[in-house]
């Protein structure tokens, strides 16, 4: 493969047209750096974006279990020790 465009390089410079194609090749180069950089960059952006998306979602998702822990449970009647105060014991009255 090097060898072929080594070949190719020659003849390019036998004809007089080294220049120019030495500039095509690296537009073409400068392109796809610059493509790659520009998809790089989309594609962090985009990650940054999804990871910020997902934190949101799980914040909301642990308020609402949050709000649903701290919600009455009818099917649960407290007694009298769960009622009192947790510094008093029951039956102590003044």
């Known amino acids: 493969m090097v060898t072929f465009i080594v070949v ?4 390019a410079a036998i004809f007089g047209v080294l220049g120019a194609v030495l500039k095509i090749a690296l537009a ?5 750096v ?5 998809l790089a960059w989309g594609g962090w952006l ?8 997902y934190e949101r979602e799980a914040e909301r998702e642990r308020e609402l279990q ?7 449970d009818v ?5 009298e020790a769960e009622r009192a105060d947790p510094l008093e014991l029951p039956g102590d009255s003044p």
């Open 46 to 53: 985009w990650l940054k974006h999804r990871v910020r998306e």
């Open 75 to 79: 099917r649960h009647v407290p007694n």
């Open 66 to 72: 949050e709000r649903r822990r701290r919600a009455i």
């Open 8 to 11: 190719l390089l020659l003849l």
């Open 34 to 38: 610059l493509t790659v950089a520009v």
């Open 28 to 32: 073409l180069v400068l392109a796809v």
